[in-house]
């Protein structure tokens, strides 16, 4: 059965809006490493799914076959690797999918990308020097890459300890 709707067009009673049946989560990954942010959406007909980066469209390989992201038949978002750097656009982010056929459109949750930092530590390190002093230095860190360490969003600081022990 048919049923007309205000623009004119006939409706079938079984098609339906979009919906989002599976919201994405916040990720952390490493550079370099693959990730997936997972969308699911429902709808009749089956609605088209896009992804939105802080508020700009995402690229995909069917956009650009060369891109290292890809829209898989989900509609989740597959990352081969995770760009972070000055010579390419960090996929570090926030990001939505979007839902839509021609009854509408459905938008999921937020889901923030970080990526993570590396980091180094060296545990208390003692050496004598001359055998007049002791030199200690205590957890002694350092990170490599190009990203902010944070803890639960904060920034993180980071300072030298070093005593000196006269005998």
């Known amino acids: 059965?048919?049923?007309p709707d205000p623009t004119g067009s006939r409706?079938?009673?079984?098609?339906?809006?979009?919906?989002i049946v599976e919201h994405p989560?916040?990720?952390?990954?490493?550079?370099?490493?693959?990730?997936?942010?997972n969308c699911?959406?429902?709808?009749?007909?089956?609605?088209?799914?896009?992804?939105?980066?802080d508020g700009?469209?995402?690229?995909?390989?069917?956009?650009?076959?060369?891109?290292?992201?890809m829209l898989l038949p989900s509609g989740s978002l597959?990352?081969?690797?995770?760009?972070?750097?000055?010579?390419?656009?960090?996929?570090?982010?926030?990001?939505?999918?979007?839902?839509?056929?021609y009854l509408g459109e459905a938008v999921s949750r937020n889901a923030s990308l970080e990526v993570a930092c590396k980091f180094y530590k060296y545990h208390s390190l003692t050496h004598c020097l001359e055998?007049?002093?002791?030199?200690?230095?205590?957890?002694?860190?350092?990170?490599?890459g190009e990203c902010i360490p944070k803890n639960n969003g904060l920034k993180l600081t980071f300072h030298f300890q070093c005593k000196v022990f006269i005998f």
């Open 131 to 144: 055998s007049h002093a002791k030199l200690s230095v205590y957890n002694r860190a350092h990170y490599v």
């Open 78 to 101: 597959f990352f081969l690797r995770i760009v972070h750097g000055r010579r390419s656009k960090p996929d570090e982010g926030a990001y939505v999918c979007v839902a839509r056929n």
């Open 40 to 53: 699911k959406a429902e709808g009749r007909p089956t609605p088209t799914v896009e992804w939105y980066k």
């Open 11 to 19: 409706l079938r009673q079984e098609d339906s809006p979009p919906r």
């Open 56 to 69: 700009e469209r995402v690229e995909t390989d069917k956009d650009d076959p060369r891109s290292h992201r």
């Open 25 to 37: 989560s916040d990720l952390i990954v490493s550079k370099g490493e693959p990730a997936t942010l």
């Open 1 to 3: 059965m048919l049923c």
